[in-house]
């Protein structure tokens, strides 16, 4: 299987796995091939890997299937990884037409300020809202930007983590 | 350490959490001193409350809820027949009325006196004392000039250079650094003019300015017999608005005769207040001069980085300073072999450092020789936005720096912490940097280091395709997704796969077990 990925660094890889016997893997990466071993040590994230006889402790957690973080001799990645198909659906959905939004808490905290009101258009990346947590203030901000549609928090409010905060409408079209 | 039947603390509560809490007790435990933990709702499962020989509740989630509440701590004391109040840093540990209430209720505070604290707890009275104590303090800053000729007579009387700071202050508007006489005027005219327009007030301090400044701090241990002793110094200087990251004992720019004048400046500091108890002067060093900056008047979160060198328990010595014992067995304790601290704060260093909240869904500590861990987490802990955000405090001791720096590299490749984001990533590369290894850093390094990536300057120990085997893993592991998602185990444990599925949903009219 073919996979298209992408680090925080902004270099691209493109990789072809194929599966051997057991945990056993061949990857081609540019014009190498490399044997690799690859086990699953305790479902918790805990990786080990075996590359040409390299030998790596990796430690892999997900945020979704697409973007994970790798931890390689204490080093952290953070990495965009998509096969085939999904690059592909990737590249129709960045032609298409601006979709509406929901802005999540980042973390649990409180919201110290506000900084948007129903009706307000947005560029992207516009902060939205202010949150504590640890005394420290953070800022919260939209991702492709719109209309606000609905504010679903007050100031001075408790929030959880990934609770909705704002919501958007697509912004109108020129 | 033993203690004589008769000593008078048998048990100690605990006022705090996290870290510190696990470190005080473990010392109590050395020395068979009974603990009293008290918790937040939040740490109803922490370490410090399972460790511990009694515990006891005391509500609510944020500090001021729980552990600032000094007279709910003081009357769970009481109740449970604690001889004695450790208050670990933070908190109510530089709370002089908490510390005169713990000593009015017949307990002992294991601290300094409240006359301490206040004394150092303020500036500027700290600096009258310090002065008068023969303590070196920045020079100049404390009188207003109102003219360039009163600015070039203060620089003079300070040394070059000078920085100039507008009396009203603020956003760097008025200040500039004077390298010599012949600017001054210059500079005096155009910063106050700068100051009179954006305050309405012309007026202007002229204070030393240092330049490449480190701060460096002296650990000071006083008893109840008029003894206090130093124990070196901590180098602190890479921190970032003032939160430390990395630490070290020794400093690599004091030399022992430097490192004996900054413990004597530090003892006299604490002999000014009647010092008792352990304490931490800090100082801002520059081009080989020192300068007072201020005491902390507690345990410091660092101090383990002087444990491990001078062969010494602090907490130990804290609880027998606090029973009334000398501490002459310290006499005369020399400095051995280096050690390096790493702070690992559940913390986001590609987001400014912002806190990384979540559940620590996976732990793998390092060990070995010259490591030490002191820490509170455990799997399945949460992290909480109620209290700061440090979680371990990772320790490695080397016969030399190197030696040190080596094991440190171990120990932040050994270790891995899933679930929140921490600053052991950014530790790892600071490590490696050239300014490090030469120990060549100030309290502005680690700021340059964050915001500007092309300057640098880094000479790997790990190799240079991480990236590479990084997305290597993260292509397989997609590839083992993917491939489990075909083959789910059924009910009764047979593996299937979704072509079986498919076909039994069509023979059993879509009933999938």
């Not at chain 2, 002992?108 to 023969?134: Q, Y």
């Not at chain 2, 940097?433 to 300057?455: I, S, V």
């Amino acid at each position: 299987m073919k996979y298209f990925l992408k680090t925080q660094s902004g270099r691209e890889f493109e990789l072809e796995i194929s599966a051997g016997n057991a945990d056993s893997y061949s990857i081609k990466i540019g014009d190498r091939t490399i044997q690799a071993d690859f086990t699953d040590v305790d479902r918790l994230g805990q990786h080990a890997a075996i590359f040409d006889g390299r030998s790596f402790a990796a430690s892999i957690e997900e945020s979704d299937e697409q973007h994970l973080l790798v931890n390689i001799a204490g080093e952290t990645f953070t990495i965009i990884a998509q096969d085939e198909r999904e690059k592909a659906a990737d590249a129709v959905a960045s032609q298409g037409p601006p979709r509406a939004e929901v802005v999540k808490a980042s973390m649990p905290g409180v919201i110290v300020s506000l900084a948007v009101a129903a009706g307000d258009v947005l560029e992207p990346g516009a902060p939205v809202a202010v949150l504590e947590a640890m005394k420290m203030q953070n800022e919260v901000a939209c991702l492709h930007g719109g209309v606000v549609e609905e504010v679903l928090i007050e100031a001075g409010q408790s929030v959880e983590a990934n609770q909705p905060l704002i919501k958007l409408a697509p912004a109108p079209q020129e | 350490m033993t203690l004589s039947p008769d000593f008078p603390i048998k048990k100690v509560l605990i006022a705090n959490r996290g870290e510190i809490a696990v470190r005080i007790l473990r010392s109590c435990r050395d020395l068979g001193i009974d603990t009293v933990a008290v918790y937040s709702d939040a740490d109803r499962n922490a370490l410090h409350v399972r460790f511990a020989n009694e515990a006891f509740p005391l509500g609510g989630n944020t500090p001021a809820e729980s552990y600032l509440r000094g007279d709910a701590i003081l009357a769970i004391a009481k109740q449970c027949g604690a001889d004695a109040i450790h208050p670990g840093f933070g908190f109510l540990s530089e709370n002089g009325a908490f510390a005169e209430a713990v000593e009015a209720a017949g307990l002992r505070f294991i601290g300094p006196s409240s006359h301490a604290m206040a004394v150092m707890g303020d500036k500027l009275a700290s600096r009258k004392a310090m002065v008068a104590a023969d303590v070196p303090v920045v020079p100049g800053g404390t009188d207003a000039v109102k003219d360039a000729a009163a600015a070039a007579e203060a620089a003079e009387e300070i040394g070059y250079p000078v920085m100039l700071k507008a009396s009203a202050g603020g956003g760097g508007k008025g200040i500039r650094v004077v390298e010599n006489p012949e600017e001054i005027e210059t500079a005096f005219t155009t910063a106050s003019g700068e100051a009179q327009n954006a305050f309405g007030d012309g007026r202007m301090y002229v204070e030393k300015y240092l330049v490449e400044p480190r701060h460096i701090e002296i650990q000071v241990l006083g008893d109840k017999h008029g003894n206090v002793l130093h124990f070196g110094e901590r180098e602190c200087s890479l921190q970032r608005r003032h939160q430390k990251l990395i630490e070290e004992a020794p400093s690599p720019v004091i030399d022992e005769a430097t490192r004996q004048r900054m413990g004597s400046a530090a003892v006299a500091a604490a002999k000014a207040v009647d010092y008792v108890s352990a304490g931490t002067v800090e100082f801002l060093w520059s081009k080989g001069e020192f300068y007072f900056l201020e005491m902390n008047t507690r345990i410091q979160v660092e101090h383990g980085i002087t444990e491990e060198v001078y062969g010494v328990d602090l907490i130990t010595q804290m609880i027998r300073v606090a029973g009334d014992e000398t501490i002459e067995d310290c006499v005369g304790l020399i400095p051995r072999g280096h050690a390096i601290e790493v702070r690992l704060n559940a913390e986001d260093p590609e987001n400014n450092f912002l806190p990384s909240l979540g559940t620590i869904r996976n732990l793998r500590w390092p060990g070995g020789p010259g490591v030490r861990i002191d820490s509170s987490v455990y799997r399945g802990m949460d992290v909480t936005p109620y209290y700061d955000s440090m979680l371990a405090k990772l320790i490695a001791y080397g016969r030399d720096r190197e030696q040190a720096r080596r094991r440190m590299l171990r120990i932040l490749q050994e270790l891995h912490v899933g679930g929140v984001k921490t600053s052991a990533g950014v530790a790892l590369q600071l490590l490696q940097t050239k300014g490090f290894r030469e120990g060549n850093y100030d309290t502005g390094f680690l700021e340059r280091y964050m915001e500007d990536q092309d300057a640098r300057e880094v000479a790997r120990d790990l190799p240079d395709d991480l990236e590479e085997i990084a997305v290597m893993v993260a292509a397989i592991y997609r590839q083992r997704a993917g491939a489990r998602r075909h083959i789910k185990p059924t009910a009764d444990g047979h593996a299937t796969n979704s072509w079986v599925a498919q076909a039994r949903r069509e023979q059993h009219g879509g009933q999938v077990r």
